[in-house]
């Protein structure tokens, strides 16, 4: 959510635009798990704006609809027959994955392979605390936590090369992703403000891959190419996608959900992981690309849950917000960056 505020600037002094009779309004702006009132003239605010208004679906048959037809992969019921092992890869606390939800869908199919495990995505972020980890697997996290590993991306020990990326190093991830003869990624797509895209190739590379790696692919942030949205020709997004390239993606099974504007989704793909993820991104260019009347003297950035959780993460807000902002305006963050 933004909203922004239009003044005429004299020098480094802002006055309003012209006389006028002042119209109140108050915006409610989320600031953590509540919300702060804001009142405001309404003469100066051209627009408050947020992602599209989506038709309402039924999640529960928008997955079941997703799963039934997968995009360039057999069901996944299929896939996973005669498999002695597979692995789960799901996001951590700082995305707005309906994990628990999809588990919920799948679980009966997972829980037939006799050595099942699950990890948590966690790139370079911190673990997951133990009310995230009951958040994240939600009806399901009795059944699975004593599956599940959290990744460590400084544990060299639990990493493997599986090929070089673009300057000849090596792409290190987590052992137990390498080696699965199964992997089922659960994941969201939305804007990212330098990969382009969350979700797909993002669970392995930085989802689970070592530091190192993760920083190499990172690096390429500074390049004008790796923009919000934007994949062909974004250097981050190729790096992570030349890591699928040394995987068997055959033996990838991936489940994508497109978040809506609050906290429900409003579509979901399956599949081939390039496949399902690249439809998912269509769908959420639906959702997330917005017209704004204009660029604006004053835009307020707002982080809401889960980006609001630290500065990193709220950074974010910044970009997506930054480009209707005018030369010499003002750019407001609001997060509660309760982890600093």
């Not at 590993?149 to 052992?175: E, F, K």
């Not at 137990?176 to 590379?205: C, M, Q, W």
């Not at 504007?261 to 260019?285: I, N, P, Q, W, Y």
Request: charge should be negative.
């Amino acid at each position: 959510m933004l909203f922004v505020r239009r003044f005429a600037y004299q020098g480094k002094r802002a006055e309003p635009l012209a006389a006028h009779e002042e119209r109140p309004m108050r915006i409610e702006v989320p600031y953590g798990r509540a919300t702060q009132a804001v009142d405001i003239d309404e003469a100066r605010v051209s627009g408050v704006v947020s992602a599209n208004e989506v038709d309402a679906c039924d999640e529960a048959a928008t997955l079941v609809r997703a799963l039934a037809s997968p995009l360039g992969s057999p069901p996944l019921t299929d896939f996973l027959a005669g498999a002695d092992d597979a692995v789960v890869i799901v996001n951590d606390a700082t995305r707005p994955t309906p994990t628990a939800r999809v588990l919920k869908t799948i679980l009966s199919d997972l829980v037939c392979v006799p050595r099942l495990s699950f990890v948590i995505a966690t790139g370079t972020h911190r673990p997951p605390t133990a009310q995230e980890l009951a958040d994240i697997f939600g009806d399901s996290y009795d059944a699975v936590w004593e599956r599940t590993t959290i990744h460590d991306c400084r544990n060299l020990d639990a990493m493997v090369s599986i090929g070089p990326d673009a300057s000849g190093a090596d792409i290190m991830i987590d052992r137990s992703v390498a080696e699965a003869s199964r992997i089922v990624i659960v994941g969201s797509v939305e804007p990212h403000y330098f990969a382009g895209f969350t979700g797909g190739r993002k669970a392995i590379l930085p989802g689970v891959a070592s530091f190192e790696t993760t920083e190499r692919n990172h690096s390429n942030a500074m390049s004008p190419d790796a923009r919000p949205m934007a994949l062909d020709g974004n250097p981050v997004h190729e790096g992570m996608m030349k890591a699928l390239e040394h995987m068997d993606t055959d033996r990838m099974f991936t489940i994508m959900t497109v978040p809506n504007r609050v906290s429900g989704l409003c579509g979901a793909t399956a599949g081939d992981v390039r496949l399902a993820f690249r439809a998912a991104v269509e769908r959420a260019k639906d959702v997330f690309s917005v017209e704004v009347p204009g660029e604006a003297d004053v835009v307020v950035a707002v982080a809401a849950p889960p980006l609001d959780i630290n500065l990193y993460q709220a950074h974010k807000a910044l970009e997506n917000s930054k480009v209707v902002l005018k030369d010499g305006g003002v750019i407001i963050l609001v997060a509660e960056c309760r982890e600093g």
